[in-house]
């Protein structure tokens, strides 16, 4: 029994330590930007609008919450770049490389290292007076301003649209489905944090 338990102990000291490692970080950190390419790529575009609904917006918001403020800025930052050097990270339904960077959807694009960097410190600073769904979605909601901020003045400036128009194309449509994603990502970060407290 004692030596099962040693065991044990022994397995979470190991797997703790991984996650500290440089390897293992950099190998999280590869694994997020892989994952919100792979979200990128859920992708609908709409008539009225050149922006596409998407789910980078909860893979970057659950991200930045998983991993912290920290190595959540530098997975988007490597996102970023893999799609400069023309990787298919990007949604399909764009020219991609640099030339999607210089798009109508830069200012989204470009908002996702803040983004992650504002949900991995809220939510830390959060859990400690909430529960971590409610923690996991204040997160969620406060990383999500500049996401909208960026993406709908980058391309109201690339535009010249009305704050009308904007609002329109580039926030208005997104909203709903804004909601689900922070549910999303809230839930599951509450999940997986009770899951490793277990």
Known sequence: MQSATSSQLGLTHRTGSLQESLSGKVLLTVAASAFVAICAH????????PVPLTLQNFAVILIGMLLGPVAGFSAMVLYLAEGAMGLPVFTPHSIGGIAHLLGPNAGYLFSYPLAAATAGWAVRAMQRITTPFRAGLAAATLASAPIFILGAGW?????????AATWTMAIAPFLPGEVVKITAAAGIFSSIKRWRQS
């Open 42 to 49: 859920i992708s609908l575009p709409l008539p009225f609008t």
């Open 155 to 163: 391309l109201a400036h690339l535009l010249h649209t009305s704050a």
